[in-house]
Structure formats: C-alpha cells, structure tokens
C-alpha cells in the first residue's frame, strides 16, 4: 500500500534563507511523486513531478526535489526563500504498477516566511 | 476525525447517460474543490464553491455542473456521457477562517463505457 508523511506540519524560514520540506513515502514498486503548492484559498499548483527519470528534479520558482529510494524520501528544497512562497505544500505519491494512477496525498507542510 | 467523504467510490456508466458525484466536506469547512484526474494524467481543477456560490472555474466542461448546497456538501452532475469522462473524482475541502489548508477525499472512480 502506498502512502506518504511529511514530517512537518509548519515549517517557518527567514526570507532569503534555504527551505526544506521534508517527505517520506511507501510504495510497493517505484513511484511516481509530485509536489503541489496552494496558496492561501487558491486550488493546488504543481511545483514538480518525479517519474523514474533523473532523481534531481526542478521545478517551478526555484524549487527542486531529490528522489533517494535508499532513504524513501522526496524532500523539496529551495536555496532561498520568497515571501511570495508562504503557502501549503503537499507531497504526493501514486503508483502507475498499481493500475490505478490514484494520487496519496500528504497532509501538508504550511510554509511561513518571515521577513 | 471526520473527513472529506465522496460519493460513491466507483460508478460505472454508459456513454451519454448522466452521472451524480456527491462529496460532503468536513464539519465547519465553507470551501468544496472539485478535480478531475484522467488515466496517467495531473489533477486538473473543474470548480470550486465558497459559501454556497462559485467561487473560481477551471476547466469544467458545459456538459458538467455542480452546485454547494446549504449543509456545504457538494454535487457534480455530469450529463451526456463520453468515455473519456472516465477518471477520478476528487474533491477537497477547506475554511477560509482556518488558513484555507486543503483536506483530501479519496475520489470517485468513474468509468464509462
């Protein structure tokens, strides 16, 4: 079965100071896995996808995401944050060998910035 | 706790029949997304209700409605049927006076034949 955590629910940085998002999944073969932003009221934006392709992934304003299998984990990094960045992370899992494309969502890490 | 519950989990259908997704958030949340999430694809949105009004649309088809009703849960009526409707369903709920995070349900899997 497949699932995903991450590991903090808030995470506040220091505008101009590096963002880790952290997220551990389970998967019975090798994932397909995705972060997506939402901003404040606003539907879900994806940031980047990892589908068994180059394990370093780079995504959209600046952010980018490292696949280790070793470690189970996708963790989203970004070298330096935006106040424009505040928002809701979500990491997800989906297993295409499971035949059913389903989306595991995380519960979300609320990035704070502060200036 | 409670959670996002959708409605029913799988439905089958026949091309031009018509289809209703139910999906009741969770308690005190004012805000229903809908998704729509195809064979090997990225959720695309399809609308969103604040308060019982339409908040934001995205790329619904004319063939699909929906509406928030007074207890916020939320119904996606789909009419003439095509197979490429089939996929899953999903919504997601959220309050504005709480930050507007996002709560998943587990979908509707919708297939047309």
């Known amino acids: 079965a497949q699932s995903v955590t991450q590991l903090d629910s808030h995470v506040s940085v220091s505008e101009g100071t590096p963002v880790l998002l952290r997220c551990n999944y389970s998967s019975s073969y090798s994932p397909s896995l995705f972060w997506y932003v939402q901003h404040p009221n606003k539907g879900l934006q994806l940031l980047l996808k990892y589908t068994s392709a180059a394990t370093l992934v780079k995504g959209i304003n600046g952010f980018e995401a490292e696949f280790k299998k070793s470690e189970t984990s996708f963790h989203l990094t970004k070298p330096s944050a935006h106040m424009s960045d505040a928002a809701e992370y979500f990491c997800v899992v989906s297993d295409p060998a499971s035949g059913t494309y389903k989306y595991i969502f995380g519960t979300g890490t609320r990035l704070k910035v502060l200036a | 706790a409670a959670g996002v519950i959708q409605s029913p989990r799988h439905l089958i259908k026949e091309k031009r029949e018509t289809a209703t997704l139910k999906c009741y958030p969770i308690p005190r949340h004012d805000t229903v997304y809908w998704y729509q999430q195809g064979p090997g694809q990225d959720p695309q949105f399809l609308i969103s209700f604040y308060e019982k009004m339409q908040s934001d649309k995205g790329s619904i088809p004319d063939r699909f409605s929906a509406q928030q009703f007074s207890d916020y849960h939320s119904e996606l009526n789909m009419s003439s049927l095509e197979l490429g409707d089939s996929a899953l369903y999903f919504c997601?709920?959220?309050?504005?006076?709480?930050?507007?995070?996002?709560?998943f349900g587990s979908g509707t899997q919708l297939s047309v034949l």
């Open positions: 997601a709920s959220s309050s504005r006076d709480r930050g507007g995070k996002l709560f």
